[in-house]
């Protein structure tokens, strides 16, 4: 036999016929093909720097012919890396160890009759890969008729092998890359906006937005608002004025850092969203239950505890922190100029809320809240707390009742109000009653046993003031709020 004879046309176009050595195409005939070939000329380019090809045939010279025929090609300046499976197993491990192919030219008949339309569903349903082209070569159009194929399969092209010359080689190949470039370059566009939408919600929490009923940052304009009622939370550190003068500029950016990275998880935990930051003060909503807002406001305060632990070992004073508690209806929405926008929520209970943080210092309580949240508790008598007073809010008619909860206290102070926790409520009663002078025994009974007690040294302190008056010390919380205590 001639050589002329033994060579066998692969691929034609129509210029020129390409002729194989047909010993060397069937030099492996009988074993199994390694399961990835790299194109040689391209080994050290990166995925960033080539474009990747799968081929999948078990036929070897369909690779060697491909390889042959796509020598030199780049497009977009870049050339190509080969990549070789010859079968449908090894075609659905090397696309998963590969997830940035660009293209597959997949065979259908392999190991079985319909090898390659298994692989393109385990592409597309199992790896959720819908990024790669796949086009489909077949030598038996018979086993996959085109129109079932391209009706029941995600594929971008349909061939017989028969008519597979360079130009139409060429053509799938540019259109197929053409086609991968777009939807890569639009995977990029929508993962850099799904990044940009979680970082605004670390600016305006999504929760914020949904009440607004806004998808989106981008959706909101300036003027939306809507009405809600729910639960809100006001935190401060105590005497931060004078803490912060002890410490550097950058000190204090570090201090407050690490000390909201262990409050914001706990408000998050108890399906509240922090609204903002104001200084070392936090606001935060709880939209849910009043429960929420209160265990929060406990875990919180021994999340301080285990923070102060942590601050005496490095050196650092402990610190405490105030919490008021409020419930009611307020407005939330978007408030500014078209050129700057702010989330904010505007309502007489957030003003409350506020006062009662500050009424923690007053009454040295960790938590206090109105007789408003606590009617709204599924379980009140599961938590510990106590009558303090009744307070008139600047601009407001109606006095408002306040109580501690004192469940975030240590247990030895939970334990001395408890012990104590008769003789101070009736102490009250009887200050009400303008019968000062039993009530100053009271709250010298409860100091004897708790001398930490600030809200009954507070009630002594009027006591005696009352002595000398006749009447019971008339107030308003915010005016008295301009006169003792700092943040």
Not at 374 to 401: H, I, N
Not at 471 to 487: A, Q, T, Y
């Given at each position: 036999?001639?050589?002329?004879?033994?060579?066998?046309?692969?691929?034609?176009?129509?210029?020129?016929?390409?002729?194989?050595?047909?010993?060397?195409?069937?030099?492996?005939?009988?074993?199994?093909?390694?399961?990835?070939?790299?194109?040689?000329?391209?080994?050290?380019?990166?995925?960033?720097?080539?474009?990747?090809?799968?081929?999948?045939?078990?036929?070897?010279?369909?690779?060697?012919?491909?390889?042959?025929?796509?020598?030199?090609?780049?497009?977009?300046?870049?050339?190509?890396?080969?990549?070789?499976?010859?079968?449908?197993?090894?075609?659905?491990?090397?696309?998963?160890?590969?997830?940035?192919?660009?293209?597959?030219?997949?065979?259908?008949?392999?190991?079985?009759?319909?090898?390659?339309?298994?692989?393109?569903?385990?592409?597309?349903?199992?790896?959720?890969?819908?990024?790669?082209?796949?086009?489909?070569?077949?030598?038996?159009?018979?086993?996959?008729?085109?129109?079932?194929?391209?009706?029941?399969?995600?594929?971008n092209g349909y061939n017989s092998k028969t008519e597979l010359t360079t130009r139409k080689l060429f053509t799938t190949i540019v259109s197929a890359l053409r086609s991968f470039r777009t939807l890569t370059r639009l995977e990029d566009?929508?993962?850099?906006?799904?990044?940009?939408?979680?970082?605004?919600?670390?600016?305006?929490?999504?929760?914020?937005?949904?009440?607004?009923?806004?998808?989106?940052?981008?959706?909101?304009?300036?003027?939306?608002?809507?009405?809600?009622?729910?639960?809100?939370?006001?935190?401060?550190?105590?005497?931060?004025?004078?803490?912060?003068?002890?410490?550097?500029?950058?000190?204090?950016?570090?201090?407050?850092?690490?000390?909201?990275?262990?409050?914001?998880?706990?408000?998050?935990?108890?399906?509240?969203?922090?609204?903002?930051?104001?200084?070392?003060?936090?606001?935060?909503?709880?939209?849910?239950?009043?429960?929420?807002?209160?265990?929060?406001?406990?875990?919180?305060?021994?999340?301080?505890?285990?923070?102060?632990?942590?601050?005496?070992?490095?050196?650092?004073?402990?610190?405490?922190?105030?919490?008021?508690?409020?419930?009611?209806?307020?407005?939330?929405?978007?408030?500014?100029?078209?050129?700057?926008?702010?989330?904010?929520?505007?309502?007489?209970?957030?003003?409350?809320?506020?006062?009662?943080?500050?009424?923690?210092?007053?009454?040295?309580?960790?938590?206090?809240?109105?007789?408003?949240?606590?009617?709204?508790?599924?379980?009140?008598?599961?938590?510990?707390?106590?009558?303090?007073?009744?307070?008139?809010?600047?601009?407001?008619?109606?006095?408002?009742?306040?109580?501690?909860?004192?469940?975030?206290?240590?247990?030895?102070?939970?334990?001395?109000?408890?012990?104590?926790?008769?003789?101070?409520?009736?102490?009250?009663?009887?200050?009400?009653?303008?019968?000062?002078?039993?009530?100053?025994?009271?709250?010298?009974?409860?100091?004897?046993?708790?001398?930490?007690?600030?809200?009954?040294?507070?009630?002594?302190?009027?006591?005696?003031?009352?002595?000398?008056?006749?009447?019971?010390?008339?107030?308003?919380?915010?005016?008295?709020?301009?006169?003792?205590?700092?943040?």
């Open positions: 036999m001639s050589n002329e004879n033994q060579k066998q046309p692969i691929i034609q176009n129509e210029e020129q016929l390409i002729f194989f050595d047909e010993e060397q195409l069937i030099a492996n005939d009988g074993e199994e093909s390694p399961l990835v070939v790299t194109y040689p000329d391209n080994s050290s380019l990166t995925p960033e720097e080539s474009w990747k090809i799968l081929i999948v045939d078990d036929e070897v010279e369909i690779h060697q012919i491909t390889k042959l025929a796509l020598d030199d090609f780049t497009f977009g300046g870049k050339p190509l890396t080969f990549l070789s499976a010859y079968s449908g197993a090894a075609a659905k491990e090397l696309i998963k160890q590969h997830p940035d192919t660009a293209l597959i030219l997949l065979d259908v008949v392999m190991e079985s009759d319909e090898a390659g339309l298994e692989v393109v569903k385990y592409i597309r349903n199992v790896l959720g890969n819908l990024l790669v082209r796949i086009i489909l070569h077949t030598g038996q159009p018979g086993k996959a008729p085109e129109e079932l194929v391209i009706t029941h399969y995600d594929i566009s929508r993962r850099e906006l799904a990044q940009v939408a979680t970082a605004a919600a670390r600016f305006v929490p999504y929760q914020f937005l949904s009440f607004l009923h806004k998808e989106s940052i981008n959706d909101v304009k300036l003027g939306d608002s809507v009405q809600a009622t729910m639960t809100i939370l006001f935190a401060d550190i105590r005497s931060f004025t004078n803490l912060s003068e002890t410490l550097y500029p950058q000190e204090n950016f570090d201090f407050l850092n690490s000390y909201l990275r262990h409050i914001g998880p706990v408000i998050r935990q108890h399906h509240g969203f922090i609204d903002k930051y104001i200084g070392d003060g936090v606001m935060a909503l709880f939209p849910e239950t009043a429960d929420d807002a209160i265990q929060a406001a406990i875990e919180m305060q021994k999340q301080v505890t285990t923070y102060n632990q942590h601050r005496q070992n490095s050196g650092y004073q402990p610190i405490s922190i105030g919490i008021g508690v409020h419930s009611g209806s307020m407005m939330l929405g978007i408030i500014g100029e078209e050129e700057r926008l702010e989330s904010t929520v505007i309502a007489d209970a957030v003003n409350l809320a506020s006062r009662l943080e500050g009424l923690t210092k007053l009454y040295g309580a960790g938590i206090i809240t109105t007789v408003q949240t606590l009617s709204q508790l599924d379980e009140p008598q599961k938590y510990t707390c106590r009558f303090l007073d009744r307070v008139k809010v600047k601009g407001k008619q109606e006095p408002v009742a306040v109580f501690e909860i004192y469940d975030g206290d240590s247990e030895s102070l939970q334990k001395l109000k408890n012990k104590t926790h008769t003789d101070f409520e009736h102490g009250i009663w009887l200050y009400y009653q303008q019968n000062f002078t039993e009530a100053q025994q009271r709250f010298q009974r409860v100091l004897q046993i708790n001398n930490q007690d600030s809200a009954a040294r507070l009630y002594l302190e009027r006591c005696e003031v009352s002595q000398q008056t006749g009447l019971p010390l008339k107030w308003e919380g915010i005016d008295v709020l301009r006169k003792k205590g700092s943040s």
